[in-house]
């Protein structure tokens, strides 16, 4: 079964997501299960550093243990994705701006790659694949609402994918990537500008989870 959506509710685990190793690992167990050994070698890193990353985020309960293995007079350690963890707009904004910029470029990062590798594979070249940009005007009112129907796409679909995985086992199933974008659109602001625009932002949305 795939991993459930889990609300985060403690700043502490924030950080701890906020480390671009950590969000490849996430991205690898949701797909399936592996040892550190594998995940060093599929993200091309040292054992040591990957085995570091993993043991944090079992310590955390992001990922479990699902079986042992004995090979060779040594154990393999066999880790899946236990939860998928989502930050909820009030923690958002009691957090750091310094680990909201982490989290968010580690979050950006597994999905630029997700969408190039798929691009690479002609997963675009069908029919039922969807890749747009709106580039649109909306006052404060039309905004909010437009995040609210983001916010319900993508729970519909968890549902989906929940109502999917309980059907027969004959019927096929495909792995599906949905990523969810509703953002500013950037101009030529200096840093100072763009520093101001952030904290401003920021103050927003506490204001509009404390409303």
Same mark, same amino acid.
């Given at each position: 079964m795939h991993a459930q959506l889990v609300d985060i509710d403690d700043p502490r685990l924030v950080k701890a997501l +906020?480390?671009?190793i950590r969000m490849k690992i996430? @991205?690898?167990l949701d797909e399936r299960t592996a040892t550190p050994k594998e995940l060093a070698e599929a993200l091309g890193l040292p054992l040591e550093n990957v085995s570091y990353?993993?043991?944090t985020l079992k310590d955390f309960g992001f990922i479990k243990l699902e079986r042992t293995r004995q090979v060779r007079g040594a154990v393999e350690h066999h880790y899946k994705l236990a939860a998928r963890p989502r930050v909820g707009s009030k923690l958002w904004a009691e957090v750091p701006r310094v680990v909201q910029e982490a989290l968010t470029d580690?979050?950006?990062n597994v999905i630029v790659e997700t969408i190039g590798q798929? +691009?690479?594979d002609g997963a675009f070249d069908?029919? @039922?694949a969807v890749a747009a940009r709106h580039s649109v005007v909306?006052?404060?009112a039309a905004y909010k609402e437009a995040y609210t129907i983001m916010k319900e796409a993508a729970e519909r679909i968890e549902a989906l994918s929940e109502e999917a995985q309980k059907r027969s086992k004959k019927d096929e199933k495909l792995r599906v990537s949905a990523a969810f974008f509703l953002f500013e659109t950037?101009?030529?602001l200096t840093t100072e500008d763009a520093a101001g625009r952030r904290d401003r932002a920021a103050r927003r949305r506490a204001e509009q989870s404390t409303a």
């Open positions: +906020a480390h671009p996430l @991205n690898i990353h993993v043991r580690a979050t950006l798929a +691009a690479l069908t029919g @039922n909306l006052d404060d950037p101009s030529a």
